[in-house]
T-cell receptor
């Protein structure tokens, strides 16, 4: 079946602009996660959704970052007033259930802030 | 702070050899352990997961877990040039965050023809 789908695959924008990243999880997966991978850095957790609720937003770097999920499916990660340090690959993953389950990643969105 | 440690490598092995990748973790209560393969410029791909002490085999891959030593490893038998990638160890810890993956920095594996 189809995997996790993310769009856009690449995004280049100017500092100070807002960006919206989209994730469509594997059908039937109730849990959805956003991670970020910066150049030379490991993967860092941003936020987790169970259904449409986000019980853990602890990894969001600042209040410029927000995310939502609708219909228990598609999620959007929004970054307002982008800064150069936001440049990274943003990865979305989903799992059948949240507890101790394998997470499957999408291809990611490569975000570059000029 | 929960940590996952891996040797960054690069680990270089000849084609047909066994590649051994190692990982240690700090959270003694961790329950779930994952190995992801990441090719340059691509996203992580799940290749193995293990929950219980011992070995788990899938084709050329074997994951080994020793919770007492807080150690997990991945063996790749009959290594192929196409196995050349960064291998990420990831752990789901204990407590209320039993959904959050904590990743190591990865080990770069090069398989030489």
């Amino acid at each position: 079946g189809a995997g996790v789908s993310q769009s856009p695959s690449n995004k280049v924008t100017e500092k100070g602009k807002d960006v919206e990243l989209r994730c469509d999880p594997i059908s039937g997966h109730t849990a959805l996660y956003w991670y970020r991978q910066s150049l030379g850095q490991g993967l860092e957790f941003l936020i987790y959704f169970q259904g449409n609720s986000a019980p853990d937003k602890s990894g969001l770097p600042s209040d410029r970052f927000s995310a939502e999920r609708t219909g228990g499916s598609v999620s959007t990660l929004t970054i307002q007033r982008t800064q150069q340090e936001d440049s990274a690959v943003y990865l979305c993953a989903s799992s059948l259930q949240p507890s101790n389950q394998p997470q499957h990643f999408g291809d990611g969105t490569r975000l570059s802030i000029l | 702070q929960k940590e996952v440690e891996q040797n960054s490598g690069p680990l270089s092995v000849p084609e047909g050899a066994i590649a051994s990748l190692n990982c240690t973790y700090s959270d003694r209560g961790s329950q779930s352990f994952f190995w992801y393969r990441q090719y340059s410029g691509k996203s992580p791909e799940l290749i193995m997961f293990i929950y219980s002490n011992g070995d788990k085999e899938d084709g050329r891959f074997t994951a080994q877990l020793n919770k007492a030593s807080q150690y997990v490893s991945l063996l790749i038998r009959d290594s192929q040039p196409s196995d050349s990638a960064t291998y990420l160890c990831a752990v789901i810890g204990s407590g209320g965050s039993n959904y959050k993956l904590t990743f190591g920095k990865g080990t770069l594996l090069t398989v030489n023809p």
